[in-house]
Every structure is written in C-alpha cells, then in structure tokens.
C-alpha cells in the first residue's frame, strides 16, 4: 500500500476515480430494488431533471447509484485518454459530476455538452484528453439538455422527438464548444475564493439561456414536472445512504493509513487554508486520502445532526449527492478546519433568521438547517472555505451567513437549470465581500507577522 503514496499524482488520482464509481456500481446491485436497477435507470434517462429532482423517487435506489457509477465510470475512462493530467481541478469535476448523478445528471444528458468540447479541441487542434476538466464542468447545465430533449416548448412532456433532439444536441454542443474559454476566465472573477470555479461560466450561460429560450421565445419558464422536490422524503433512505457513507469513507481512512499517513502529515493539511492549492500536489497522496474520508465523514454526521435538529429524514437522493458534492473540494481546499466556520455560519444564521420571522409573525419557518435548500445551499458555501482559512473563523462565518441569505433567490435567475446554483451564489458572495476583505481586513499571516514585530 505505501508503493500508492509514491504513485505520480495524476496516475493515483485515475485510480481512486475509478475506486469511488465502482463503489456506486457494486452498491447498486446490493440495493434491496436490484431488480429495478435498469427499468428505474431508464425513467431517470427519460425525465425532466431541473435542479432538486430526486432520483431516489424518480428511480429508486438501485438506479441511482447505478447511475452514478456509470457517470463516474464514463469520465474515468475519458481521464484515461492521452494527454489528461488529472489534478485536484479534475477531482472537484469528478466527483461533483458522480454527486450530481442522483439529483441531475445522467448518463444520457451529459452526452451534448461533451460532444461540444470534442468539438472545440478538432477545432483548436487541441488533445481531447487535455480537455477533460471542460467536459467534466460542461455537465452543469445539464438539466436544460433533458427539458430541451423531452419537452419543448410545450410545459407538458412529449419524450423522444426530433425537435427535442435536434436542439438539445445544438444547443449543447454550442455550451461545450465556447464553455472552455468561459472556465480560464472565471477565477479572475472570484479570485480563488469560489472553489466551485466553473460555476460562473455554467451559471451566466444557464441565465442566457432560460431568457431566450423561455422568458423571450415562450414567455414562460416551465416547472418541475411530475415528482415535487420533496417527493422521496417519503423514501426511507437513512440505511443505505449512511451505511454506504461510512464504508466508503472508512475504507479511504484505512488505505491512507496503510498507505503511511500520519498524524502530523494530515495536520500540516488541516493548517493549510485553502487558498489556491492543490492537496495531492503539496502534501501527497495519502494526507489526501485522509481528508477524503474525514471530510466526508464530517458532512455525514453534519446532515445527520441537522435531521435531527429538525425532526425529519434530510436523505433524498438530493442530500445523498451532495455528500459527494461538497466533498468534491476534498483536494483544492477543503478540509473540516476551514469548512467547520461555513457550517457554523450556516445554523447561526438560520436560526437567526427563523427568530426573526417569529417575531414578524411567520409561521413554520421553511429555511431551517435540515430543509432540503439549506443543506444544498451549504454544499456551495463550502466553496467559500478558502476565506475563513486566509482570513479566519469570523470572515468565514459572516460569508456563509451572506451565502445562506442569496441561495435560494438564485434560482430565479436561471430557472433551476444550472445545477451549480450554490458554486454561483458562492461566486456573487465572493464579487461583494473579497473586495472589503482586501480593502479593510488582514489575512491571519498578516495579523500573526505585525504581532512578532509589536513583540
């Protein structure tokens, strides 16, 4: 196992690429619905899929994690093509896409905007391989692929139809074909500060679109159909969301320790603060593994705790993927030290708000810390760890309040069909507040260099 630590960079991270998407394949035929595995797989192919679409009760268990493993499978085999470096940016594209494979993604709606980047490096002459971080974040918008192949322009759905067909595939490729000049740009935007960097282009493009499309062509921005977005609160999904969780993140605690991670080498990560690094990169393979499965661990029993808080069963196929999602950052940042302030944030200013509402009167407040736009609007705040490791705790809680403020108004501006709605918000949170912190704030080195000179 320690030979793994030694592992380049990019060769070890394929391999755990392809470690985690056979784990959603096995799952899936363990789910007590097995048998449902490819009939329910079909109706998530088949489905309109706009953001907090839960594939738990569109497809069933066995389905969605099927479905997730092959979306991971898919993107592992294009990691493979010659001239891909995998790097912590493909590690946040690669396991976003895998989370989004329950609530958004499937193996069917990625295919255009892919095809669009192919599109590009024939134009450009540049190496597929060299742009699998493109195809990876071109997914994004994938919900606008299923509503354009299933029911335009009608509201109700039509299914397989030649003009559904012929627009999602060009209006996909185009997204793909112009998509990377869109990520080079984007953190001159946010600075770093939005670890969930392809969100500004993904979601700029998401807004374009539901206006012309929709807003201007029809006059009218169509819906969820069919399932509401609290539908599989009724599924009883604690068992085989958590029982999963654990094996997979204690199987990544136990290789990293067999694989020679100390103590004191997953510290030194957990001081780092985030800011325009990659984990892998500067502190090896093994640290890596480490903060993967204490990471992911941590934003289990936070889930859990925030259940209970409010006395409801918070895993859907929603929360399950967000998991994944929120641990995508597990190499460009991340880690329970500066993420711990965006949790903090988070219910500090949920419960705020919710005394405030009492006292105006409002009755069964809806944004509290377990309601399903919470815990997703909390994934994306995680994007703003990097402020509260450069800054500190308090910066890092105000930001997650702001963030927890704008979340679930930013739909209304692409129509739930950028599916990094929280990465956005995490984006405009960044245009309003980085600017006071660099005007009016030290860093802590800063704070910790003017206290040696005043000794």
Same mark, same amino acid.
């Not at 599109?119 to 742009?131: D, I, Q, S, Y």
């Not at 219910?347 to 069964?364: D, H, P």
């Not at 944004?367 to 995680?382: E, F, P």
């Given at each position: 196992?320690?030979?793994?630590?030694?592992?380049?960079?990019?060769?070890?991270?394929?391999?755990?690429?392809?470690?985690?998407?056979?784990?959603?394949?096995?799952?899936?035929?363990?789910?007590?619905?097995?048998?449902?595995?490819?009939?329910? #797989?079909?109706? $998530?192919?088949?489905?309109?899929?706009? $953001?907090?679409?839960?594939?738990?009760?569109?497809?069933?268990?066995? =389905?969605?994690?099927l479905?997730?493993? *092959?979306?991971?499978?898919?993107?592992?085999?294009?990691?493979?093509?010659?001239?891909?470096?995998?790097?912590?940016?493909?590690?946040? /594209?690669?396991?976003?896409?895998?989370?989004?494979?329950?609530?958004?993604?499937?193996?069917?709606?990625?295919i %255009?905007?892919? &095809? !669009?980047?192919?599109?590009?490096?024939?134009?450009?002459?540049?190496?597929?391989? +060299?742009?699998?971080?493109?195809?990876?974040?071109?997914?994004?918008?994938? %919900?606008l692929?299923?509503?354009?192949?299933?029911?335009?322009?009608?509201?109700?759905?039509?299914?397989?139809?030649?003009?559904? &067909? !012929?627009?999602?595939?060009?209006?996909?490729? $185009?997204?793909?074909?112009?998509? %990377?000049?869109?990520?080079?740009?984007?953190?001159?935007?946010?600075?770093?500060?939005?670890?969930?960097?392809?969100?500004?282009?993904?979601?700029?493009?998401?807004?374009? *679109?539901?206006?012309?499309?929709?807003?201007?062509?029809?006059?009218?921005?169509?819906?969820?159909?069919?399932?509401?977005?609290?539908?599989?609160?009724?599924?009883?999904?604690?068992?085989?969301?958590?029982?999963?969780?654990?094996?997979?993140?204690?199987?990544?605690?136990?290789?990293? &320790?067999?694989?020679?991670?100390?103590?004191?080498a997953?510290?030194? &990560?957990?001081?780092?603060?985030? @800011?325009?690094?990659?984990?892998?990169?500067?502190?090896?393979? =093994?640290?890596?593994?480490?903060?993967?499965g204490?990471?992911? #661990?941590?934003?289990?029993?936070?889930?859990?705790?925030?259940?209970?808080?409010?006395?409801?069963?918070?895993?859907?196929?929603?929360?399950?993927?967000?998991?994944?999602?929120?641990? =995508?950052?597990?190499?460009?940042?991340?880690?329970?030290?500066?993420?711990?302030?965006?949790?903090? !944030?988070y219910?500090?200013?949920?419960?705020?708000?919710?005394?405030? +509402?009492?006292?105006?009167?409002?009755?069964?407040?809806a944004?509290?810390?377990?309601?399903?736009?919470? #815990?997703?609007?909390?994934?994306? +705040?995680?994007g703003?760890?990097?402020?509260?490791?450069?800054? /500190?705790?308090?910066h890092?809680?105000?930001?997650?309040?702001? @963030?927890?403020?704008?979340?679930?108004?930013?739909?209304?501006?692409?129509?739930?069909?950028?599916?990094?709605?929280?990465?956005f918000?995490?984006?405009?949170?960044c245009?309003?507040?980085?600017?006071?912190?660099?005007?009016?704030?030290?860093?802590?080195?800063?704070?910790?260099?003017?206290? $040696?000179?005043?000794?």
């Open positions: 196992m320690k030979k793994l630590n030694q592992l380049e960079e990019s060769k070890f991270l394929k391999l755990f690429f392809a470690f985690v998407s056979l784990c959603f394949v096995i799952a899936a035929f363990i789910m007590p619905d097995c048998s449902s595995a490819f009939s329910g #797989l079909w109706k $998530i192919l088949t489905g309109t899929c706009k $953001i907090s679409t839960n594939y738990f009760a569109l497809g069933g268990f066995s =389905a969605t994690f479905n997730m493993g *092959l979306v991971g499978l898919i993107f592992t085999a294009l990691c493979c093509l010659p001239g891909c470096k995998a790097t912590n940016v493909t590690t946040l /594209g690669v396991l976003l896409t895998i989370g989004f494979g329950s609530w958004g993604i499937n193996v069917l709606n990625i %255009p905007t892919v &095809l !669009g980047v192919f599109l590009f490096c024939f134009v450009k002459k540049e190496k597929p391989g +060299a742009m699998v971080n493109a195809m990876l974040y071109s997914t994004g918008i994938a %919900p692929i299923s509503d354009l192949l299933f029911r335009y322009p009608g509201v109700d759905y039509i299914g397989f139809n030649g003009l559904g &067909l !012929g627009l999602a595939l060009l209006i996909g490729v $185009i997204i793909g074909f112009f998509l %990377p000049a869109g990520l080079a740009h984007a953190p001159n935007i946010h600075k770093g500060f939005d670890l969930y960097s392809a969100a500004v282009p993904i979601g700029f493009t998401a807004f374009f *679109l539901r206006s012309v499309l929709y807003n201007v062509m029809l006059g009218k921005n169509p819906g969820q159909l069919g399932l509401s977005t609290m539908a599989a609160l009724d599924v009883v999904s604690w068992p085989m969301t958590n029982i999963f969780c654990f094996a997979v993140f204690g199987l990544c605690i136990v290789a990293a &320790l067999l694989m020679g991670c100390t103590p004191k997953y510290w030194n &990560l957990m001081k780092d603060s985030g @800011h325009g690094v990659s984990f892998t990169s500067k502190y090896g393979n =093994a640290p890596f593994l480490m903060n993967v204490i990471f992911g #661990l941590m934003i289990v029993g936070y889930f859990n705790l925030a259940g209970a808080i409010d006395g409801v069963n918070v895993w859907t196929g929603m929360t399950f993927g967000i998991v994944f999602c929120m641990l =995508a950052t597990c190499n460009s940042g991340s880690h329970p030290g500066n993420v711990l302030p965006i949790m903090i !944030g219910i500090v200013t949920s419960f705020l708000f919710g005394w405030i +509402a009492g006292l105006l009167g409002v009755e069964n407040y944004l509290t810390i377990g309601s399903q736009s919470i #815990l997703i609007g909390l994934c994306y +705040a995680n703003l760890s990097p402020i509260a490791g450069k800054y /500190g705790w308090a890092g809680i105000l930001a997650a309040g702001l @963030h927890y403020l704008l979340v679930t108004a930013v739909p209304d501006m692409h129509g739930g069909f950028c599916l990094y709605n929280g990465g918000t995490a984006a405009l949170i245009l309003l507040f980085v600017p006071q912190l660099e005007k009016f704030c030290k860093t802590k080195e800063e704070r910790k260099q003017k206290k $040696i000179k005043a000794q």
